[in-house]
């Protein structure tokens, strides 16, 4: 997921946190649209719970509004506690969040729900299917 | 100038069953409602028509609203076999528009549901639960009514346009045919479950389904592992009987098939009743046995005691049925469950008469096939028997049926049903008491269109099977059990 948004590969700050906060966005519309945003705020609310403790850089990149969780604040994560770390939280919340999620519907189904976003194949014309 | 009109194609549901009740399949384009009670099987169908039909190039999208949490229904969905996990997200695609429904907005609803549609190109569409758009209709709020006729007529507009089949699911029940989307919904297939003593039964009616001849009626449907299979209501007019071969079956009996003027005409269906213990099975096992040594192949279908107990029983008889079994020349089916509807033991039963290629088929025993039934059909048990007697002779085999009776003779009753109007044939057996013995006699009563014995015999059941003596002549009274000697000196 991380490779897929570009990653700059001289490490710079700002690239890698944009890159972060791309992906987080992305993960967090995906689970949303299939989940609903009660279900998105109630799988982050339980991944976080599991890995803050471990991963203090998560606490300064997640926002709580109305209830609902966002990933927004990445690139403020990075900038105050550095790449590395915030790197580590965000891989150790989506590790968590496969998990959680895997025990209810199936990891592979999990992963893939997490990932949409993938270039899709064109409709075939209906007319000629069989 | 000639004009061509346009081809409705069909699709398949995927669904054992329910094409045919739906006069082939669905048509494509089709805007359909699946309604019912909470529980009926709304999702569990939809999503087997999705999971049937779409493909990554062809997808679905599925969108659920408030009412049960996606992660949850695609937990429980996802035991089914039909729900292919590797076909998520690419194939199939949940999106959750709670939060637009929530809203009460039905622009903002519609917007979010075009704009995925836009998004993606679906060939197919869910949404359940469409009840929970709308929640507060009240078919005598004006504006309110208007609201929500213009969402459904604009939602179908769009979906058909975008050349999409699509599904609502929804709760409402028989009473709500005021609603707008009972009036723009292509097809209306209606869920529900009927619940009598312990029993409980599920039945599915097609309402409407243009450009499609649905049968008519209430037709069962089961829910198992492998999904929903459904049971089409056997059309009570099955077609011409197929005119059979002039022949006679022999039962195989000793001494019977003289009785019966060689044995059973080709074609017909012959009720063999009797009391307890009077060998039944045991004759209806000779028919069997005596079929296969012909070369014929047979269907069983048992009631009262499991396949094994029936194949121990039959070792008594020089065929080996379970090699029969392995050979593809002998099916025995056992239907023994409560909550069977006649449709569900119809399709078992042609089923395998179809698979063997079947000639002969026994039913041992009506009185279990009766207990088998879930109790709201047992109620209609005359009906439930002609139907089944006549889906099996349209195949043109040749049906033996057993019916254990208490004291009734000569025609055959059992339970509180007169059921010999469905038989062509009618073979008694009863107890005798004779000089302080008891002894088993048989008589033919009916042969339709048939000459045949009309003298009770006496018969045996030995370690080799069945054997018919003597005409029990010289008696006066047989019928009633305890008969006389005509010459008191006997």
Redesign the interface.
Known sequence: MLGREGIPGDGEQRGVGDALQRMCARMCCNLRDTMGDDGCTALLARALARTEAAHPALMSIRRISRGTISLDRVVDGVEAHGVAAVTAGIEALLIALIEILGRLIGEDMAIRILELGEPRPARSNPASSP | MTTAGSTIRNIATGVPGLDAVLGGGLC?YSFNLIAGAPGSGKTTLAQQILFANAT????ALYF?VLGE????M??YQ?QFRFFD??K???AI???????EAASGDLASVLQRIIAEVAE????FVAVDSFRTIGASFAPNDYRATLDLTGFVQRLAQELTTW?ITSFLLGEYSEQEGRHPVFTVADGIVWLSEDVDRNSAVRKLRVVKMRGRSPIPGLHTFRITTDGMQVFPRIPEQQGDRPVPPEKRLRMGVPGLDEMMGGGIPAGDVLMLTGPAGSGKTTFATHFVAQGLSEGERCVVAVFEEFPDAYLARAKTLPIDFRQEIRAGNLAVIYLRPLDLSVDAVSLEKITAVKRVAATRVVIDSLSGFEIALAPTFRMDFRESLYRLVGALTATGVTVLMTAEVIEAFPDGTFTTERVSFVTDDILVQRYVEIGGHLRKVLAVVKMRGSEHATDFREYSLTATGAVVGKSLTGYHGITTGIPTAADPAR
């Open positions: 494509e990554a190039k062809r997808p659920t949490p996606t992660v949850k695609m937990r996802q996990t590797a998520v997200p690419d695609r949940f999106i959750n528009v709670s939060k993606h190109e679906p060939a050349e």
